[in-house]
């Protein structure tokens, strides 16, 4: 008996085998991008911003000639205060992730060893938040915060807001391993995170508390809350359904290369994801 049919046999089953590993390379992602950010250093650093606004109103109280008896009286409602944040430092998780909403674009590369080159990318703004809980049906009170405050003649009143921006691009080449239903990806890039927070604060006061307000504002620098840098990533993920359509999900392992840091010092996490849906074409 010839060996020869067999050996065909063998080579196309083989053939097969090899391209059904890998998948065909090329589609759309869409979901929810995750990256974390680093608050090790900005939680040991609430304390000090905090306490120094409390110092700088107790300053202007005493300038307005507020009796000490009722400062040493606010001193310690300060001090409680102070041991409260940093209480709540302590159990704060140093590691914060961030939702972001994106996706990304694969296209097919003709290598062995590369099966796709694809671009991510997620975008988060306070106005995108209150869109999306207002279709959730929650309400987002806009100001967040509307205070009067009535302290002896004294009136006034606070508003409070949040301006917020953040964001993450990425491009990566991956290797992807497909088994019918279930797909493993491999994958190695670089990522350009960045974002703010920008506290929009706004008083109605009498003209003796504005000093005092000023100073205290400037010493919780509300306006260095920023954050970017450039990284490196390795990638492992899944895909489950058919090929057309599948829940996707990867983890990714970042190394920031580079990153600038205001007061606050606000860095990038050591790790980011992607949760969503592909469709491969």
Request: charged share 20%.
């Amino acid at each position: 008996m010839s060996k020869r049919p067999v050996r065909t046999a063998l080579r196309v089953v083989c053939l097969v085998m090899f391209c059904g590993l890998s998948a065909a390379a090329g589609g759309l992602t869409f979901g929810v991008p995750l990256v974390t950010l680093d608050l090790s250093t900005s939680l040991t650093l609430l304390p000090e911003a905090v306490g120094s606004a409390l110092d700088a109103l107790e300053a202007a109280a005493t300038d307005l000639g507020v009796p000490s008896a009722d400062l040493e009286q606010v001193r310690l409602q300060f001090d409680d205060a102070v041991s409260g944040i940093e209480s709540f430092a302590d159990d704060f998780p140093l590691w914060v992730p961030v939702p972001l909403i994106g996706g990304s674009i694969e296209f097919g590369v003709p290598l062995l060893v590369i099966d796709g080159i694809r671009f991510s990318g997620g975008w988060l703004s306070e106005r995108l938040v209150r869109t999306l809980a207002g279709l959730a049906g929650v309400d987002i009170a806009e100001p967040l915060v509307d205070l009067d405050i009535e302290v002896g003649e004294y009136a006034a009143n606070i508003l409070a807001d949040l301006d917020l921006r953040c964001w993450a691009f990425s491009t990566e080449v991956v290797k992807r391993f497909d088994l019918f239903l279930l797909a493993w990806d491999f994958g190695a890039g670089i990522d350009l995170i960045g974002g703010e927070i920008l506290p929009q604060i706004d008083y109605d006061l009498p003209q003796e508390w504005i000093p005092g307000a000023v100073a205290a504002l400037d010493a919780l620098h509300l306006e260095e809350l920023t954050w970017s840098g450039v990284a490196i990533h390795g990638m492992m993920g899944f895909e489950f359904g058919p090929p057309f359509l599948r829940l996707y999900g990867d983890l990714r392992w970042t190394v920031p290369l580079s990153q600038t840091q205001d007061w606050w010092g606000i860095r990038l996490g050591p790790v980011s994801a992607l949760l969503g849906f592909v469709i491969h074409f």
